[in-house]
Structure formats: structure tokens, C-alpha cells
């Protein structure tokens, strides 16, 4: 029987998925009035940072589209970056070349070391929602979330919160 991931897929189709995924979304985008700008987030999977024809398909499909690439980022997380992290450098250097922006998705809760943060490319650094759910209860989340953040800073990175669910959250963010 073939491997199956938890979440059903067997593991050599989160590529194709990733594909068909920003197919449609360049398809959607293409056809919006106010296209040219904002800011249009796609997850990839680890395994489509390993695959050497993701980026010819990637800048067919922009040209095709009429899509400016500078309106995508493409969010990884940082498990999947820190696993094959020469080949994701190279890769994130690829697409920002082409004018893609990345995000580091769900920074904080892997077991990696900053020092990875410094060497990825990416423009957003994305702080798992588990710190910021409870920062306002959890002093050690509070901590986290104002620590990542100012790290991020001197790294030259901005910041995306997850989890912000309400206005004193928001408030909270805001301050820090």
C-alpha cells in the first residue's frame, strides 16, 4: 500500500497540488479589477522546494497570466526551510528574483535556531498563532511574540501575527 499522509494525500502529489493551487489562484487573481496591486499569499509544501520543474512551471504560468509576481508571496514554514536549507535558499532566491516575496510561516515552533533566520530570504517572518493565541494571559507568549518580533526587525523582516482574534490582541500587537 502507498504511503498516506495525514492528511490523505500520498506524498509525491503535495507538488502536483501545490501546482494546481497556484494555477487557480493566478487564474482568480488575473481576472480581479485592482490585480496589479496587494498582496496575494500561497502555501507551498517542503516536498515542491525540492522540485527542479516548479520553477519553469511557475514562470510559464506568471507569463501566461498576465500576473505581476510581485503581488505573491509564497509562504513556507520554517520546518520545511530548515529541512533542505541550501535548497530552499536557492529556491526562494530563484523566485525573488523573478519578484516573489516569501513568507517564514509558523516561525517559532519548529526546533530550529535563529540563526536560520538570518540566512533565509524571506520578507515576512509569520508568528505562530499558539504565542499569539494567549499572549495576553501567557507572559512566556507575550515574551515570545515581542522577542521574535524584534528579532525579525533586525534582520530587516517584517512580522505577521496569526491568530489575532480580537481588539485588545490587535492593541497588544501594536504595542510591541
Not at 528574483?97 to 516569501?102: D, K, N, S
Request: with cysteine.
Amino acid at each position: 500500500a502507498p504511503l498516506v499522509l495525514a492528511n490523505g494525500l500520498e506524498p509525491g502529489l503535495m507538488p502536483a497540488l501545490d501546482r494546481w493551487v497556484v494555477q487557480h489562484a493566478l487564474d482568480i487573481i488575473s481576472r480581479r479589477k485592482g490585480a496589479a496591486s496587494g498582496t496575494y499569499s500561497i502555501n507551498l509544501s517542503g516536498l515542491t522546494l525540492k522540485d527542479d520543474t516548479f520553477l519553469p512551471f511557475l514562470r510559464e504560468t506568471l507569463r501566461r497570466s498576465g500576473v505581476s509576481a510581485g503581488v505573491l508571496c509564497f509562504e513556507i514554514t520554517e520546518t520545511s526551510a530548515i529541512e533542505n536549507l541550501d535548497e530552499a535558499i536557492a529556491f526562494m532566491n530563484a523566485m525573488r528574483a523573478m519578484g516573489c516575496r516569501f513568507a517564514l510561516d509558523d516561525f517559532g515552533v519548529g526546533m530550529s535556531s535563529l540563526t536560520y533566520l538570518k540566512r533565509l530570504p524571506v520578507d515576512y517572518v509569520k508568528i505562530d498563532g499558539s504565542f499569539v493565541r494567549d499572549m495576553l494571559t501567557d507572559k512566556t507568549d507575550w515574551m515570545t511574540v515581542e522577542m521574535i518580533n524584534q528579532i525579525s526587525h533586525l534582520a530587516g523582516r517584517r512580522t505577521i501575527a496569526e491568530f489575532v482574534e480580537n481588539t485588545e490582541t490587535l492593541t497588544a500587537l501594536r504595542t510591541i
